[in-house]
């Protein structure tokens, strides 16, 4: 993604909601795609670093409650000291399976979840802690089933990849790359029939943009008019290869909008603010009936891909600056910026500290989920027999 | 509303002991009015008695509502329940079924139908990785009461694409149920059931069926899963089969015992995934011989499976080798003369069992 | 579709083939756009026809030279003989299998096969009776596989949606939608490696683009600038539903172009000059090295989706004025016009007529495969062994 | 460049008789010199082998090339064989098969990776009716020299969507190859064979396996598909493994002599199409017992087929049922202490063998 392509599009959307966020036209730059010239396909390591826009401080001016910033601090917290916890976890090697971080991305999640009614439906990838905690789920049980403990969400039987908490509405995290898209169609389609104007929320990477089921999730939203919110969260990488070495378009989701009759919406994904106005606008067109919506987030993850990749094919000086347009730390000074205190926002950091304290204990105390856990679970009548 | 079912209760799926029973009967006893439909009528009759009851239940699928199906087993369906529960929807395989789970998430019951079971493998992963898995990944929190329909099987000559019978791709997926209906009573009872279950169930209407007429009672039909019917009694030997293989079983029966003095018993799986497997066992344990025919290619097909589990459970109670009668290991070939001498026919049975039994 | 819709982009790609195709804008037009009210989903045959643009006769200027509009009269009258000979055939019940004619579309298949090299590959739909044939295979052996019969071009073996002609490089008819848009970049790849610049040209219904592998197909392809050409026939329909009904916006094809950076191209599909001057550019380009180009041509077939399908959910007056752009007799009025002799064209027909006689004469002596047919061609050493 | 061979020859996959013979012997008997190689790495160097051997050959995936594939099994290439050889990928895993099937439909031979075989079913469309029927829908024009490298397999506390072990998927589909070694000389010279094969081969590497070490010897190596290797004799039963089970079941035949008393014959079958059915009859000829051990979940599994075929032609040298070790019919559940349960175990092998022994 070049500077340009995020200079483009990111930021209308956020600065005024009435106004139609910019349709970006569908187009090639010379770096934005990739094999325009087949000779130099996959330039491995000579490509210039990917950076990120300025920050906007034009954004402290959108018309946010300071309720509501104040919540999206929080959560951002919440999403960041977990995730670190996690990390530490893992490092004590407490993580079994694997498990996809968002540390750097918060402001995506956070600002969307903002957007949502508690009854609203979230569907996740394996990269969805974030997105399973902003929609409230217990950060005890969370943290318990990275560590496969019995006390764990999932019972310790789905793992960081595939967190769900139903209650909560956040209907699954799902692991292999472009169902759930074609997935939250369904609920979306639900609440459309049984009038609850409930909307549907579905996350996704950037790499997810060339499977066929996201064509497929768009085109049905589209045609059936349902209130599905596909939110990409572009970190600009797919596992370890850049996502425009194999798109297309430099955009790989807001360039494609036009292709199924939606508008094209690009945020700065490191700005919960932005992110938030986006998707308010975006939620209240699907309650008013009027079909669904597609979201570009540009946002940088600061770790690996998974676990403990160390990420080392992205250039120092790209990770550099994107830490230097870390969401929380920019979040931070937007509050204090528009007067909030220091102390406020420590006790805050505070609050949640303990908490993640709380849930950490919670974890580590659980079980190891035991046999009666193996055949159950299956069938709606708990449990997995399929004969007599 | 006169439920039926061959025990007259709809007990959980797999605590069905029963055995072959007429539909055709209400529990008291007293006859029930039957009128003469075919398995394709079935299917539609089948829906609308659940989309009746149930007002929340939906449909989608490719040309089912406007066109009545490509197979007509959707006829009307839209004339009574409107655009909004019958829908047609884009060439989106994967979008359909993603759209029947995360409706069937919300607790709402959906019927979606692939057109064609070759299809499956265009949005294996809706039914292999996510429906199936759901409720277990998730430790009990997400739900499926979803079904999905499809037509399967040989005899159209529409070659190796449009032809498969691919109950096997089904029955290896742990979490799904697997239907596979040989009479248009038993489309009905069974559709009824499907819908009614609270797990992804796969429907198998088989194509070559769909002109098959059959006594159906008036009235509700509700059957159960996992309950196979022994439809011929016999004592030499016992052969199970699903769907078109049920008659072409059933023929040979009749052959047998006409050329060769072989009683063959003859089960209707009716499901496999519950698999009735007391009535298999207990039919061998009086025969002491098991054959199955299946229409799935040789390599891993359900009979496989069910002759495993004779040999481990029965194996004393065996006179000789299970036997299984498939179509050979290769794609369905499209001239008729071709496609006849893949798939299992009556000639074939009757002279594979013959010969082993011999 | 509109004719608002059609007249936007068509003709133009075909009238001057040195300026860039239009990019049409994608859009939702009213009409084009199913769903634009949830509660009006579905207008079960209260929505009016969609008819056909008035002939372009400006076309009879463009730059073709006299022989190769000789070739593609020819080649029409030998494809709508050929599939009115199938009809026949099937009414006497000798086609046992389905088959889908392209009776009303020739003009494309023999359009665009004028614009390829014999080296060139071509992929199908199971609708590719006509595509096969235009590509050079022999009629005896096609009309015979139709009838299931040993000397069929498959021995019989695959049958109507499944012809191929390896040595004449149509690679095969594909009746699962969708898969064989990201097999025909395979062969459009190995032309690439191999530096032989060979083009390969892949057709396929305005349904198809909804599924899945579509977008992969066409992602793929731009990414790496692969010579693949992707024909879209729009003929309106799916199998017996209208392909707005199911659609995000009015041009499946040519309004998704931008999504891979590609332009959007509309063709009359019915006039064999039009299709030849497009595909003879997207052919030019592809085989420069400058990568993929879609192409929708707007077009309609005279009967049902497939065997005795009468198509009745298709409106008289919207059959009629299709029938009135039949492709065959307009281009036979089209040559009169540049001068040709009505006794040069009817004697074109009459050859083929004999042809098509010949190849009945072929087909319908031909013996039903034997036994020894059914076990063998499923490796590579003739046989099917999976054991020893 | 030795080629070796466990029979000393390139043959007809189906031609294969020979049983176990190390490939770290050459044909003539002369010690060749081995290094020590982990699973992982044999992957690589198999494909490189085929690579410097065949310049035509070319590899495409999902972060194969710059990041040498998420499993590390594709280091070094890159380097040697430039971008257009080894080719990064969308994720668009039916583009990736597509491409491949392409490519081979001109003759060009190929290798397309799938990360994790339960991706298999967003793909499966492409795979299990494309890649496998086009030669026989066409009669034999069609050609599909590709091979389709994929990680298989539970042990990494993945959880369901990445756990599974799916080799059934492919046995069941007519026109694929499967293969699936259990070790790194395996892996070179079955991923030999599978390149220079005209057909598709599936070649399963196993998750768990790739830390896995052995001798390898310097040179090329080249094996052949369909040959089963015994690699424990024995008298007392036969056990058939595949992958990561045939160390389990070669420790469980460790257990059950040490404890039980009972000599297990072990055989790694390597390839289920072409299946090496002779060794295995051949070896319950001599023990009269036939134990599976599969990973597959429970129904339709490669030890259903297995039985069958042991059942069929072999019925009269049994002396009691064949008995089949399954991963139970559930998704695969991510917590340690529940997908150690899933799989078929060491402990879980011994005791279910020495019961039915007993
Ligand atoms: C169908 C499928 N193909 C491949 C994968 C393996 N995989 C897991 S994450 C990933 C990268 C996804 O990138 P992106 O969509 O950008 O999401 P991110 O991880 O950056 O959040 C890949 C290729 C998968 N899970 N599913
Ligand atoms: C994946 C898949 N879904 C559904 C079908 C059934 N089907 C065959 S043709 C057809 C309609 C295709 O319409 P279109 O792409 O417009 O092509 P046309 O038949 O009009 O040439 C459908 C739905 C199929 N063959 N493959
Ligand atoms: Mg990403
Ligand atoms: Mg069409």
């Known amino acids: 993604m070049s500077t340009d392509a995020v200079a483009d599009g990111h930021g209308a959307a956020g600065s005024d909601t009435s106004a139609a966020p910019p349709i970006a036209a569908p187009m090639r730059t010379a770096m934005g795609a990739a094999g325009t010239d087949p000779s130099q396909l996959y330039d491995y390591g000579r490509r210039p670093p990917r950076l ?27 999403l960041r000291q977990m995730e670190r916890r996690a990390y530490d976890l893992f490092l004590q090697n407490l993580v079994k399976g694997t498990s996809h971080l968002s540390l750097g991305m918060e402001a995506v999640s956070a600002g969307v979840a903002r957007a949502q009614r508690p009854d609203d439906y979230t569907f996740a990838t394996y990269r969805g802690h974030a997105h399973t905690m902003a929609r409230g789920a ?212 505070q609050d949640v500290a303990a908490r993640v304290d709380e849930a950490t204990e919670f974890a580590r105390s659980g079980a190891e989920p035991g046999p009666q856990h193996l055949m159950s679970d299956v069938w709606a009548d708990g449990g997995s027999a399929w004969r007599n | ?142 739900q499926a009461p979803l079904v999905v329909r499809t037509h399967n099987g040989a005899g159209s000559r529409f070659g190796a694409q449009h032809s498969q019978s691919v109950e096997n791709w089904c029955m290896m997926i742990p979490g799904l149920k697997v239907v596979a209906p040989s009479t248009p009573v038993d489309v009905i009872g069974l559709m009824a059931s499907a819908v009614r279950d609270p797990d992804p169930v796969v429907f198998f209407e088989h194509k070559t069926l769909l002109a098959k007429k059959g006594l159906v009672p008036q009235g509700d039909i509700v059957d159960q899963l996992g309950v196979a019917k022994i439809v011929r009694e016999g004592t030499d030997c016992t052969i199970t089969a699903l769907a078109l293989m049920v008659d072409r079983a059933l023929q040979a029966a009749d052959r047998l015992q006409a050329d060769h003095g072989i009683s063959a018993e003859v089960i209707d799986l009716r499901s496999l995934v519950p698999l009735d497997t007391r009535t298999v066992l207990g039919s061998v344990e009086r025969t002491s011989r098991l054959f199955t025919v299946e229409e799935n290619p040789r390599l891993c097909g359900w009979g496989a499976e069910m002759v495993s589990i004779v040999v481990d459970e029965g194996f004393w109670n065996l006179d000789g080798a299970p036997v299984r009668i498939t179509t050979p290991h290769i794609p369905i070939p499209s001239a008729a003369s071709l496609e006849d001498l893949a798939v299992p026919s009556v000639d074939r049975i009757v002279e594979t069992i013959s010969r082993a039994m011999g």
């Open chain 1, 52 to 78: 990120p826009d300025p920050v906007n401080v034009a954004n402290d001016d959108l018309d946010i409650a300071l309720d509501d910033r104040l919540a999206m601090y929080k959560m951002q917290q919440i």
């Open chain 1, 138 to 349: 217990p950060l005890g049980p969370v943290l318990a089933e990275l560590l496969g403990r019995e006390n764990g969400i999932l019972k310790g039987k789905g793992g960081s990849m595939h967190l769900a908490s139903v209650e909560h509405n956040m209907m699954g995290s799902y692991a292999i790359i472009g169902a759930h898209l074609c997935i939250a169609n369904g609920t979306a389609w639900s609440a459309q029939m049984r009038g609850t104007d409930q909307v549907t929320v579905a996350f996704f990477g950037d790499g997810a943009t060339n499977i066929g089921a996201f064509h497929e999730a768009l085109n049905m939203a589209a045609t059936w008019k349902l209130p599905t919110i596909f939110v990409c969260e572009n970190n600009l990488y797919m596992e370890y290869t850049p996502i425009d070495l194999v798109s297309a378009v430099p955009n790989p989701a807001a360039d494609r909008a036009g292709a199924y009759g939606l508008q094209s919406i690009i945020v700065d994904g490191n700005d919960a603010d932005e992110v938030y106005v986006a998707a308010a606008a975006a939620v209240s067109k699907a309650r008013a009936g009027e079909g669904p919506s597609l979201i570009e987030a540009k946002t940088y993850r600061h770790g690996g891909h998974s676990r403990a990749d160390p990420g080392k094919y992205r250039p120092d000086e790209e990770v550099e600056a994107w830490l230097q347009r870390d969401p929380i730390p920019l979040y931070h000074q937007r509050l204090l910026r528009l007067g909030v205190d220091e102390s406020t926002l420590l006790s805050i950091q």
């Open chain 2, 1 to 142: 509303m006169a439920e039926l079912s061959p025990t007259g209760t709809i007990g959980a799926a797999t605590a069905g002991l029963a055995t072959a029973e007429s539909a055709a009967a209400s529990p008291g006893g007293t006859p029930v009015e039957s009128t003469e439909l075919s398995y394709r009528e079935a299917v539609a009759r089948g829906i609308a008695q659940e989309m009746r009851r149930d007002p929340r239940l939906v449909m989608l699928g490719e040309d089912i509502a406007g066109a009545g199906g490509v197979f007509k087993t959707t006829v009307g369906l839209l004339d009574e329940f409107g655009p909004q529960r019958i829908r047609d929807t884009p060439i989106s395989e994967q979008a359909i079924l993603g759209a029947a789970a995360g409706v069937a998430m919300t607790g709402v019951p959906v019927i979606a139908e692939i057109m064609f079971s070759d299809f499956f493998a265009v949005c294996f992963d809706l039914l292999a990785n996510e429906i199936a898995k759901g409720r277990y990944m998730t430790g009990g929190q997400l």
